[in-house]
């Protein structure tokens, strides 16, 4: 039975869709453009959402939760409202941004709306493991294999059996990096496995809560006592699930965008270091302020090809890269 539409007040100019669900934040939302408008399907809150993007509000559906039957509208709105962090103006922090960076400022033009999800810890902490070393596409079917293989049924629509992300218990049963080497995982599945049982046996969903009340740097320290998890990936998690607003995460593709347009005296570096890394992060924390990796998010999403490619044909990429 299809489930009724509602309707969140909110700007295109204030949440754009497609910036944000489409670039390299979560892993669990598809584009659906089969029917005669662009839909958004994908998981949070142990829930199937359906989106719509309009110019002033955004429809939505939701699906899986028959048995909670004292949400409703205004309990939806709030689910969204703090998924996409909108309690951030973030109009304000685009002028503040534009006005330290002209290449914020370029970019802004067409990337405007992008916000920072907040996620769930659990599922983003796995996700990025998934992520090292990998594209998109492959990181997205191992996330699916996860929730498929320990997850909870969340509903069936339209022949598609859509399950939610498994708890870090689901994730210590016996077998698991058996499993996951036989279906793709390569050496993730030691790191998913080990993750998982290091979680449960330092308190479980009490440590992951512990994390929360940590300030930046502590966070950072303790997530990186996970296998699989290093600088980048924890100031990911910090970012998208701590709400550590400051956090950079540097990857190669980072890398290049600062040395290019901030940084070209380590443009000749070989590999990414400690001291690089840090140095990057700084960078942008003292351009951006106390929301760096917001504004770093943007400008990663500008520098992605497939997004350049879908630019207006009066638009620019926000440099030139070089010819090899």
């Given at each position: 039975?299809?489930?009724?539409?509602?309707?969140?007040?909110?700007?295109?100019?204030?949440?754009?869709?497609?910036?944000?669900?489409?670039g390299?934040?979560?892993?669990?939302?598809?584009?659906?453009?089969?029917?005669?408008?662009?839909?958004?399907?994908?998981?949070?809150?142990?829930?199937?959402?359906?989106?719509?993007?309009?110019?002033?509000?955004?429809?939505?559906?939701?699906?899986?939760?028959?048995?909670?039957?004292?949400?409703?509208?205004?309990?939806?709105?709030?689910?969204?409202?703090?998924?996409?962090?909108?309690?951030?103006?973030?109009?304000?922090?685009?002028?503040?941004?534009?006005?330290?960076?002209?290449?914020?400022?370029?970019?802004?033009?067409?990337?405007?709306?992008?916000?920072?999800?907040?996620?769930?810890?659990?599922?983003?902490?796995?996700?990025?493991?998934?992520?090292?070393?990998?594209?998109?596409?492959?990181?997205?079917?191992?996330?699916?294999?996860?929730?498929?293989?320990?997850?909870?049924?969340?509903?069936?629509?339209?022949?598609?059996?859509?399950?939610?992300?498994?708890?870090?218990?689901?994730l210590?049963?016996?077998?698991?990096?058996k499993?996951?080497?036989?279906?793709?995982?390569?050496?993730?599945?030691?790191?998913?496995?080990?993750?998982a049982?290091?979680?449960?046996?330092?308190?479980?969903?009490?440590?992951?809560?512990?994390?929360?009340?940590?300030?930046?740097?502590?966070?950072?320290?303790?997530?990186?006592?996970?296998?699989?998890?290093g600088?980048?990936?924890?100031?990911?998690?910090?970012?998208?699930?701590?709400?550590?607003?400051?956090?950079?995460p540097v990857?190669?593709?980072?890398?290049?965008?600062?040395?290019?347009?901030?940084?070209?005296?380590?443009?000749?570096?070989?590999?990414?270091?400690?001291?690089?890394?840090?140095?990057?992060?700084?960078?942008?924390?003292?351009m951006?302020?106390?929301?760096?990796?917001?504004?770093?998010?943007?400008?990663?999403?500008?520098?992605l090809?497939?997004?350049?490619?879908?630019?207006?044909?009066?638009?620019?990429?926000?440099?030139?890269?070089?010819?090899?």
């Amino acid at each position: 039975m299809a489930s009724k539409w509602y309707n969140l007040a909110v700007k295109k100019t204030d949440l754009q869709l497609l910036g944000t669900l489409n670039g390299g934040q979560s892993f669990r939302w598809k584009l659906d453009n089969s029917g005669n408008k662009e839909q958004w399907i994908g998981i949070f809150d142990h829930k199937l959402w359906i989106l719509e993007q309009e110019n002033d509000a955004i429809k939505y559906q939701v699906y899986g939760d028959e048995e909670n039957v004292n949400e409703n509208e205004k309990e939806y709105s709030k689910l969204l409202k703090n998924y996409f962090n909108l309690d951030i103006n973030l109009q304000e922090y685009y002028k503040q941004w534009s006005d330290a960076d002209p290449y914020f400022k370029k970019a802004s033009k067409q990337f405007y709306g992008i916000r920072i999800l907040k996620q769930d810890i659990t599922e983003n902490i796995f996700s990025f493991i998934c992520s090292s070393n990998n594209n998109i596409s492959r990181i997205t079917s191992m996330i699916e294999k996860l929730a498929t293989f320990y997850g909870n049924k969340i509903c069936t629509l339209n022949d598609t059996t859509y399950y939610s992300f498994p708890t870090i218990n689901n994730l210590c049963v016996e077998n698991v990096e058996k499993k996951l080497s036989e279906n793709g995982f390569g050496y993730r599945a030691k790191y998913i496995s080990k993750t998982a049982k290091f979680i449960n046996e330092n308190g479980g969903d009490l440590w992951l809560e512990k994390l929360k009340e940590m300030k930046y740097m502590d966070a950072r320290k303790n997530l990186m006592n996970l296998s699989g998890v290093g600088p980048k990936v924890a100031d990911c998690i910090c970012l998208m699930s701590l709400g550590h607003l400051e956090a950079v995460p540097v990857d190669t593709h980072v890398y290049q965008i600062a040395t290019r347009l901030y940084l070209p005296k380590l443009g000749n570096k070989k590999t990414v270091t400690e001291k690089v890394y840090q140095e990057i992060g700084e960078c942008f924390r003292n351009m951006y302020g106390p929301l760096a990796g917001w504004a770093h998010t943007i400008l990663f999403c500008a520098d992605l090809k497939k997004f350049q490619q879908n630019q207006d044909e009066n638009s620019e990429p926000i440099t030139k890269r070089k010819k090899k």
